[in-house]
């Protein structure tokens, strides 16, 4: 069995020798499109400051002080922010900061802790 790329049910089955269905969203999928979007996400990976890859519910620490629209102070420097959702666009970091609330942040401002 393999699991469908569309909605992750761990239900699919073949259908032929190289096309797969899934039961509960009635996707049809190939392998070779389950190669492609593999290959895909490992390209759009975000990563921190040193590298690492950064993933839904990490830790983080902002690396320098952030000037935030708005707010009479900045996010400073050593701030450690708890489980963030990562996203796609220029700010790839959605969270919650302290004092702050919700806000996006930039991958390359930040390191995993």
Not at 6 to 14: D, E, F, L, V
Not at 93 to 99: A, R
Request: a negative charge; glycine letters at 8%; one cysteine or more.
């Amino acid at each position: 069995m393999e699991n469908c790329p569309q909605c992750k049910s761990p239900y699919g089955y073949p259908l032929n020798d190289s096309i797969y269905a899934c039961p509960e969203c009635n996707h049809e999928w190939s392998l070779n499109d389950v190669e492609a979007v593999t290959e895909q996400e490992e390209n759009t990976k975000i990563l921190d400051v040193n590298g690492a890859v950064l993933s839904d519910g990490d830790s983080v620490i902002v690396i320098k002080d952030l000037p935030v629209k708005g707010a009479p102070k900045p996010v400073k420097a050593g701030t450690k922010v708890k489980n963030i959702r990562l996203t796609d666009g220029e700010h790839n970091i959605d969270c919650k900061i302290t004092g702050f609330g919700a806000m996006g942040l930039k991958s390359e401002f930040v390191k995993k802790a």
